[in-house]
């Protein structure tokens, strides 16, 4: 898939390890053969515009809105019609990594959520699950990951994130997306309308 990719795309790893290459390369060649998909264009003519934090759009897309994430041999897109995006995909951390990060960053009962699991590897999927729930919910506002450490975004899927703080204006929703193997995934929408996740699963070929 290198021919799709832009000078841009070639250039973030060029020198890197011939791993990090070809995950790179898959999941941005897939990235612009869905999104080109649904745009009805090339995928060698989408080009990029990149808002404040590098948060990266197609460019010329009318209303279509991106985000994508990739961990291990999972990778998740997901495209909406005319409100910001964001989506995030872990792969499940080390529970006393995950005890540590949330007791220092996290919300008080958020980290008392993820530390009252007697079970390893439990706190380490509730942990993973907040996570992703954070990083989708930067992405959509197009922030940065401290500005989102104060919010709340435990609870239930879906979430309704009233107040996003120094993240931006405006409630968001939250939804957790199931994704296949050791992994989490979330998705996040601004506006206070609900999220309908339609998802699918793509192979690359």
Same mark, same amino acid.
């Given at each position: 898939?290198?021919?799709?990719?832009?000078?841009?795309?070639?250039?973030? /790893?060029?020198?890197?390890?011939?791993?990090?290459?070809?995950?790179?390369?898959?999941?941005?060649?897939?990235?612009?053969?869905?999104?080109?998909?649904?745009?009805?264009?090339?995928?060698?003519?989408?080009?990029?515009?990149?808002?404040?934090?590098?948060?990266?759009?197609?460019?010329?897309?009318?209303?279509?809105?991106?985000?994508?994430?990739?961990?291990?041999?999972?990778?998740?897109?997901?495209?909406?019609?005319?409100?910001?995006?964001?989506?995030?995909?872990?792969?499940?951390?080390?529970?006393?990594?995950?005890?540590?990060?949330?007791?220092?960053?996290?919300?008080?009962?958020?980290?008392?959520?993820?530390?009252?699991?007697?079970?390893?590897?439990?706190?380490?999927?509730?942990?993973?699950?907040?996570?992703?729930?954070?990083?989708?919910?930067?992405?959509?506002?197009?922030?940065?990951?401290?500005?989102?450490?104060?919010?709340?975004?435990?609870?239930?899927?879906?979430?309704? /994130?009233?107040?996003?703080?120094?993240?931006?204006?405006?409630?968001?929703?939250?939804?957790?997306?199931?994704?296949?193997?050791?992994?989490?995934?979330?998705?996040?929408?601004?506006?206070?309308?609900?999220?309908? /996740?339609?998802?699918?699963?793509?192979?690359?070929?």
């Amino acid at each position: 898939m290198s021919h799709l990719l832009d000078p841009v795309e070639c250039a973030r /790893v060029a020198g890197a390890d011939p791993e990090l290459r070809e995950r790179f390369t898959v999941v941005r060649g897939a990235v612009r053969r869905l999104v080109a998909e649904r745009l009805g264009v090339r995928p060698a003519e989408l080009g990029w515009r990149y808002g404040r934090h590098g948060k990266p759009e197609p460019a010329g897309a009318g209303p279509l809105r991106v985000s994508w994430s990739a961990s291990g041999a999972c990778a998740v897109l997901a495209l909406a019609e005319g409100r910001p995006v964001g989506v995030d995909v872990e792969g499940l951390h080390d529970a006393r990594t995950a005890e540590r990060v949330a007791a220092r960053w996290f919300p008080p009962e958020e980290a008392r959520f993820v530390a009252e699991c007697a079970e390893p590897a439990e706190r380490a999927a509730r942990f993973t699950v907040l996570w992703c729930r954070r990083e989708a919910c930067v992405k959509a506002y197009g922030g940065r990951l401290t500005q989102s450490f104060g919010v709340p975004v435990a609870g239930p899927s879906p979430v309704a /994130v009233a107040d996003p703080g120094g993240l931006g204006a405006g409630p968001a929703r939250l939804c957790d997306v199931p994704v296949p193997g050791p992994f989490r995934a979330a998705v996040a929408a601004l506006g206070d309308s609900p999220v309908h /996740v339609n998802s699918q699963v793509w192979t690359a070929n």
